[in-house]
């Protein structure tokens, strides 16, 4: 049995049909910079993986509409709209298995069709496997006798390393219908495996079976599998480009234990929760902010009425300011950072346009946070930006051998005909960019930071 317990949480993603994507697969690195045009593709990559993270039951579920992302219907994502069309949504992640604390690698593959009743989202076809099992579900369509057309579900798995098997698990088992009659039955100390099961309807297949509150050995099967999905969740997090302005006062609430969420709120509390208890989190989120040069200081300064305001010190020769009179970036950068904190380490944080109202200069400087943090705490991080100046500072790290070219993959997407074209461009250690498309080149400046590099050599 492999572990790894170096590797990030998200390894690989392909997607067909989905949105405007077309057989296309993604590789993620410690630092994935997803670049180019509007309405080009970039957001559809984050939330594909957002419609996973927020589905409790995936892979058997995909919820389009849920705690970070708000998807529509199959039609919403289907690609032009064609609902005839099956979707396509697989890769590869590393989790913690709930009963050890190496990381696995857990790859899936899941095809799914329109429900025509509530235009969700329904499983056609799924394999997940990992060093723990291997499950299968497809399915098949066939005239019945009166010549109506009907579905059929098949359900294989095999389980390894159970550690015991008790007879009276196996005599349960061999009593449901279903598994009676599947094929290549196993029962041994350390596997359990069986091939198509067949079920008339997912129901069936899902109420009757996996849900069953008898079935010992699905409930621990789906523990299994959930446990991995859970993981990612407690382990991710999503901050969106759209954050909420700060305010002159803020009510105090305790207690609370929630992630900031995508679009800033709850980073407030966080932060004074983490005052209060003078965490060591507070202090790295001073640090932080001198680093990328934002501030020196931030404080709460506690009000009547249970209110606060945020009180920042942006330089040291500076008077305190609430946070509604300094820079409005400050305000949009601040969630980006709590919510990274609040993850810690062997993590993942996506992020759309953190540069958003920020100088250009902590745009740069928040290459050199991400290198601290996949360095230090082995973070992983998909980041949808236009910042030029964050391109070009990590062209440069990799230039000084900050940064390895292994820790960082670029991809520029361009739409063509409907269709969003993904273009890897590669950041050499000397600097140079290869792979690019020149429409790269026309959306980016990169000519200052050619010129930055050439006097180096």
Known sequence: MTNTPERNILKTLYLDNFRSFQKTKIDFSKITLLTGANSSGKSSIINSILSIVQSEQFPYFLSLNGKYVELGGFEEIARNGKTNNDI????EYFTEIWYDRNKYKTSFKTIWEVNTVNDSPKI????????????KISSKYYENEDGQKRQTYCLSIQAFALGFILK?????????PQIKNSKKQKYTKNVISFEDAKFDSLEEMFSDFMDNETNYFMKHINHTIFSTIGYIENKFNFIGSFRYPPQRTYYQKSGSKRKVNFSGEGYVDQLVEWEEKNDIKMTKLKDTLIDLELATDIKSHKLKG???ELKLKTSEKSFQSSLSDVGFGLSQFLPIIVADLQLGS???LAVSQPEIHLHPKVQANFANYLTK?????????IIESHSEYLIN??????????LSTNDVKVYYLEKVANTS???????????????????FFDTYMMDVMNIAIAATE
């Open 393 to 402: 500072r990590i062209r440069l790290l990799i230039a000084e051998g900050e």
């Open 306 to 308: 249970g209110r606060f």
């Open 168 to 176: 009276e698990l196996k005599k349960r088992f061999q009593n449901i």
């Open 373 to 381: 943090q996949i360095n230090e705490n082995n973070k992983q991080y």
């Open 346 to 348: 062997n993590s993942l």
């Open 421 to 439: 074209i993904l273009h890897e461009v590669n950041f050499e250690k000397d600097g140079r960019i290869t792979g690019a498309p020149d429409s």
């Open 124 to 135: 056609k076809e799924l394999s997940l496997e990992n060093d723990f099992l291997n499950i």
């Open 88 to 91: 396509e949504i697989s890769g």
